[in-house]
């Protein structure tokens, strides 16, 4: 809804005044505020999780380590979600012969997911800074735990990211541009 009435408001008054467009600032400022709004709410639930269902050990403060990895999660899910897909869809029609809709529909559908595969350990060692702070550790033996702790649960939580985004970012980004293609069009007439 905020990208269809910035996009119509921009191109109305660079239409009316022929000026160049400022479309990186909008997607900026979208990027920005969309982050800003799920990371948000996000972050509450994984602070909720983490003291829920974590290990009896850990101790009630979140790290703000574990924040800073869930506020880069998210954006790399928003970022990939929203602003990935066009670029794509660039390449695409560029390197082949799709249509813009068709390059536009496997860009959102197969940015969001792939990005899971960074994504999701990103999240998974926000949980574990919390879950395990090993602190009696050294740095070097810390990392190497850390690591080991990634390789044994990289699948099950990519696995489990992309069963969650794949519906809501991926086909819900193709369902959400064709709606917004329709409201747009409604706008204009």
């Not at 009435?5 to 921009?10: C, G, N």
């Not at 400022?29 to 269902?53: L, R």
């Not at 928003?78 to 809709?101: M, N, W």
């Not at 702070?133 to 489990?160: H, M, W």
Request: a positive charge; hydrophobic letters at 40%; one cysteine or more.
């Amino acid at each position: 809804c905020l990208k269809t009435v910035l996009e119509h408001q921009e191109n109305n008054v660079r239409n009316e005044k022929n000026q160049p467009s400022h479309a990186g600032v909008n997607k900026f400022g979208i990027f920005a505020f969309t982050t800003a709004v799920n990371s948000a709410t996000t972050m509450m639930k994984d602070q909720f999780y983490a003291k829920h269902f974590g290990s009896k050990t850990s101790s009630s403060k979140v790290p703000f380590i574990s924040f800073a990895l869930w506020g880069l999660r998210d954006c790399l899910v928003i970022g990939s979600a929203f602003i990935l897909p066009e670029y794509v869809c660039q390449i695409l029609k560029q390197r082949t012969d799709l249509e813009h809709v068709t390059a536009l529909q496997i860009s959102q559908l197969t940015c969001p997911v792939a990005t899971q595969v960074i994504a999701g350990p990103i999240q998974l060692l926000g949980l574990d800074f919390y879950n395990r702070p090993l602190a009696d550790l050294s740095y070097k033996a810390a990392t190497i735990e850390r690591i080991k702790f990634q390789c044994a649960n990289f699948g099950s939580i990519v696995g489990a990211r992309i069963a969650r985004i794949a519906p809501a970012y991926g086909i819900g980004g193709v369902g959400n541009t064709y709606f917004r293609e329709k409201w747009r069009n409604y706008l204009d007439s």
